[in-house]
T-cell receptor, first 109, second 112 residues
Framework: TQLLEQSPQFLSIQEGENLTVYCNSS?????LQWYRQEPGEGPVLLVT?????EVKKLKRLTFQFGDARKDSSLHITAAQPGDTGLYLC?????????FGQGTRLTINP | DAGITQSPRHKVTETGTPVTLRCHQT?????MYWYRQDPGHGLRLIHY???????DKGEVSDGYSVSRSKTEDFLLTLESATSSQTSVYFC???????????FGNGTRLTVT
């Protein structure tokens, strides 16, 4: 069974601080997706990383796929209250998409 | 936003009653999925469909059935609801099996 462990599960920081969310597995994935979910809504795709070592930037968000394609990280620079939400990673396995448990991020003004 | 509509958005039902949730898409995507989201468990796949009348089980399919008679509609049925099925249910669609998912806004189901 392929599992994705996200850490931390909860994170509350002040506006302007930097943070990193991690997504780890012992399994190899062909790609990894990051989603953001706001209360009362479904998850929305932020980015897909495909190549080992790949780095993608989305404004203040930086996503990295591990060289071995087993892990990924999301780094947010100068966090803002609008970044508050549930962040989910999802790895594309051979048979299915595997979701992490999510990281609930709160940015305090 | 991808055209995905889930109905109802909220439902309260009693243990033992049948419940059907509906997902409707306007994107003509081949794949449709039903997930449930529970605290501490993330999103777990219940069933999915890869075409009209073509469905398969996910990791938590017990107690659920699905039907897809048209490309645009995917129904999830709880034949006899139990309290353990209290959850938020999300429908998702994708163009093919390796494409990212587009989610609906969910149905909050409470079984009392």
């Amino acid at each position: 069974t392929q599992l994705l462990e996200q850490s931390p599960q909860f994170l509350s920081i002040q506006e302007g601080e930097n943070l990193t969310v991690y997504c780890n597995s012992s399994s190899v994935f062909s790609s990894l997706q990051w989603y953001r979910q706001e209360p009362g809504e479904g998850p929305v795709l932020l980015v897909t990383v495909v190549t080992g070592g790949e780095v993608k930037k989305l404004k203040r968000l930086t996503f990295q796929f591990g060289d071995a394609r087993k892990d990924s990280s999301l780094h947010i620079t100068a966090a803002q209250p609008g970044d508050t939400g549930l962040y989910l990673c999802a790895g594309q396995g051979a048979q299915k998409l595997v979701f992490g448990q999510g990281t609930r991020l709160t940015i305090n003004p | 936003d991808a055209g995905i509509t889930q109905s109802p958005r909220h439902k309260v039902t009693e243990t033992g009653t049948p419940v059907t949730l509906r997902c409707h898409q306007t994107e003509n995507h081949r794949y449709m999925y039903w997930y449930r989201q529970d605290p501490g468990h993330g999103l777990r796949l219940i069933h999915y469909s890869y075409g009209v009348k073509d469905t398969d089980k996910g990791e938590v399919s017990d107690g659920y059935s699905v039907s897809r008679s048209k490309t645009e509609d995917f129904l999830l049925t709880l034949e006899s609801a139990t309290s353990s099925q209290t959850s938020v249910y999300f429908c998702a669609i994708s163009e093919d099996k390796d494409s990212p998912l587009h989610f609906g806004n969910g149905t909050r189901l409470t079984v009392t």
